[in-house]
Nanobody, 127 residues
């Protein structure tokens, strides 16, 4: 079992930056692939960024490429999402998720191949 707790959300103006963190508890954090997903009001949950269990695979949605960066710190059992150049359309609840031993993130919806999910943190970008 893995428990995930997101933090770092908030209100920011367009063009600004935020860094989301997701702290994990449980065993073998370094063996888990990790991902960030988001759900805007009235829309389905979508993939944002992912990192393989080894850290060698990085994956991004086209909408965030060049603006967002995912990273992991296995010593701290934490995954981060650095978000720069934020746009109003980035407004959503952001969730982190984990899947044991997964090399490619994401899988197919609706659960994108992820086994564990946090409760989310709200990011609001004002224009």
């Amino acid at each position: 079992q893995v428990q995930l707790v997101e933090s770092g959300g908030g209100l920011v103006q367009a063009g600004g930056s935020l860094r989301l963190s997701c702290a994990a508890s449980g065993r073998s954090f370094s063996s888990y692939a990790l991902g960030w997903f988001r759900q805007a009001p009235g829309k389905e949950r979508e993939f944002v960024a992912g990192i393989s269990w080894s850290g060698g695979g990085l994956y991004y949605a086209d909408s965030v490429k060049g603006r967002f960066t995912i990273s992991r710190d296995n010593a701290k059992s934490t995954v981060y999402l650095q978000m720069n150049g934020l746009k109003p359309e980035d407004t959503a609840v952001y969730y982190c998720a984990a899947a044991y031993g997964r090399a490619v993130v994401p899988g197919l919806p609706p659960d994108y191949g992820m086994e564990y999910w946090g409760k989310g943190t709200l990011v609001t970008v004002s224009s």
